[in-house]
């Protein structure tokens, strides 16, 4: 949290670019998340428009969009059965996750 109040030292300051203000910290702080923020959504949104038109629409209406829509309200909608939803879903994200290039491995325990 930024001090609003005044500190007094008897240091001199140091005239250097180097920011000594909290106040100034935190503005620069908040400005580097929303910049990481809006790079971070562009590439999931560059990511999302390499999908086939199928699963980029299921995908921006059930995780992109503004208002909340569950996985019934959304097969019903798109007119596709439970079961076809959920296949086109899972290959939505998997193509996703090899799009992104964040595919996870695992290794298989020989028993």
Known sequence: MPK???IYSLVPPAHTNTFQSSIETAVID????ERERDEYMEWIRRGVDQLSPRER?????????EEEMYDYELYNEMGISE????????RAFYKLAFILR???YKEEVSV
């Open 30 to 33: 908040k400005v580097d998340f």
């Open 4 to 6: 609003v109040t005044s």
């Open 57 to 65: 629409e299921l995908i921006i209406k059930r995780y992109l969009s």
């Open 102 to 104: 964040i595919e996870v």
């Open 83 to 90: 079961s076809k939803y959920y296949r086109l879903k899972a």
